[in-house]
């Protein structure tokens, strides 16, 4: 995406050859001959980069001041300063009041070219650095080998470069807005903003406003919404399902023409976002019961992915809790808990109602809550309360005391049983995967499970 400069100059001829050149070298242009004309550009559609005189005749600012207004509304927006009358006094007050640089006239072609792309870069650095800064405290990698998560990647690099509107279904805590990041950084975008609104923790009153924005007015700056926030980038909207009906009317429009207006203003924005929904439910039962617009969802709905729930992706447990437990203990400054080879057939036992958000917040837990010292293995039974209760019994069978009073062959047949559906019950019931678990053969497995009185899903005949 071509990146575009702001040319604000009382002198046609400036503003002429200033485009011209930056047009060559690639930028888009737009010019304004005073203050206020570049006011109301800007507030259209903000530029990229400024480049600002600061002698502007006839306006009722000069350079310096419109560049304080600017910084006051803008700061994001970085600016050039250029002057024909300039002094070594006015540079350094044009930079101490917030530009980039200062560029003499009559200025060199390649000496503007080089402000201009250092400026630039500053400014998305600047960017990024935030971004760094707002994601430290979360986690948006893509974890696993498993073959559902590998569909998930294929098809996230098939659709990101595309450009494409994309709707990520899943149950809550699955990861569809890392899924939603990946697309971003893997997408032309990726230099752009990444900006979240949540539809489901947002006011419905105040939806729009957090869309659109909020006009100016008695001289205050106008607030922007997320889709100017957005602009040259991605937008998500997170559980899209939660935005009231009217509002998505008018979401409808936005898509279409790519243009809205502030809220309690009238002037037409035109911006250039992608857009990627998410949902937690499903959004045919939700136009059935006329709680969600068709129209909305096939503009929405142009490449459906779906991000699978943990329970469908049991093989990636291991690394997943290894990955949050190492990053927890290394934000704690505590020692990272390892979990025994039974405690982690438990982990890939159970359900997860809350899917990888869940299996997170255990391994936060068994950092600060599991008992003993970060030398000793975590066990069953000092995983989470509810996690025990939810434990396979064979897990959780002490063995001992009753083995020594059986003889060989029964022990060692009961001890087959218990160990067999443990570990049917690990892969979630995928005999397959517990056959190339425990080193047999699929059709020996099958076997023996049914020789011990195991059905094939890993429970009791």
């Known amino acids: ?39 109301e550009m800007i507030e259209e559609r903000r530029p ?44 350094v007050k044009a930079i101490k009041l917030g530009a980039y640089d200062f560029v003499e006239k009559p200025f060199k072609s390649d000496r503007l070219a080089l402000t201009v792309r250092r400026a630039m870069d500053a400014a998305r650095l600047r960017q990024e650095n935030a971004e760094l800064r707002e994601r430290a405290n979360a986690d948006w990698t893509m974890i696993g080998n498993s073959q559902s998560i590998s569909q998930l990647r294929g098809a996230i690099d098939r659709v990101a470069p595309t450009g ?34 949540n539809c489901a923790t947002m006011a419905p009153e105040r939806m729009e406003e957090e869309l659109f924005g909020l006009e100016a007015a008695n001289g205050a700056a106008p607030h922007l919404g997320t889709f ?43 911006v250039d976002v992608r857009v990627i929904a998410t949902t937690s439910r499903n959004l045919n039962t939700e136009m059935a019961a006329s709680r969600f617009r068709q129209d909305l969802y096939y503009r929405l709905n142009v490449v459906p992915i779906e991000v699978p729930s943990l329970t469908a992706r049991r093989d990636d447990i291991p690394l997943l809790f290894s990955h949050f437990a190492e990053r927890a203990a290394a934000a704690s400054g505590m020692p990272c808990r390892r979990l025994a080879e039974d405690a982690l057939a438990a982990l890939q036992a159970y359900d997860w109602p809350g899917n990888v958000r869940q299996l997170r917040n255990v391994a936060e837990w068994i950092l600060i809550m599991a008992p003993g010292n970060g030398q000793d293995l975590v066990r069953p039974d000092m995983l989470p309360p509810d996690i025990v209760a939810n434990t396979p019994e064979p897990l959780r069978w002490d063995r001992s005391g009753e083995a020594l009073g059986l003889p060989l062959r029964e022990a060692r047949e009961r001890f087959e049983r218990e160990y067999l559906i443990a570990q049917v019950d690990r892969f979630g019931g995928n005999v397959s995967r517990t056959a190339q678990f425990v080193g047999m053969e699929r059709s020996a497995l099958h076997r023996k499970l049914k020789t011990l009185g195991v059905a094939p899903a890993g429970r009791p005949d």
């Not at 002698?55 to 994001?76: A, C, M, V």
Request: charged share 25%; hydrophobic share 40%; aromatic share 4%.
């Open 1 to 39: 995406m071509q990146s575009e400069v702001l040319i604000v100059d009382d002198e046609a001829d400036i503003r002429r050859i200033t485009a011209d050149f930056l047009e060559d070298e690639g930028y888009l242009c737009r010019s304004a001959a005073d203050t206020v004309s570049a006011l």
């Open 164 to 197: 494409s509107r994309v709707m990520i279904s899943g149950p809550p805590g699955s990861g569809k807005e890392v899924a939603a990041r990946a697309l971003h950084a893997r997408s032309q975008r990726r230099d752009g903003s990444f900006t979240v609104l």
């Open 228 to 270: 100017e926030q957005a602009n040259g980038g991605t937008l998500l909207l997170d559980e899209v399902a939660d935005m009231p009906l009217e509002t998505q009317g008018k979401i409808v429009r936005v898509l279409q023409e790519q243009s809205f207006a502030r809220t309690g203003g009238t002037a037409r924005i035109t």
């Open 48 to 91: 990229h980069l400024v480049v600002l005189d600061i002698w502007l005749r006839g306006d009722d600012r000069d350079g310096l001041q419109f560049l304080k207004l600017l910084n006051g509304r803008h700061p994001e927006i970085p600016i050039v300063m250029i002057s024909g009358h300039g002094t070594v006094e006015t540079a």
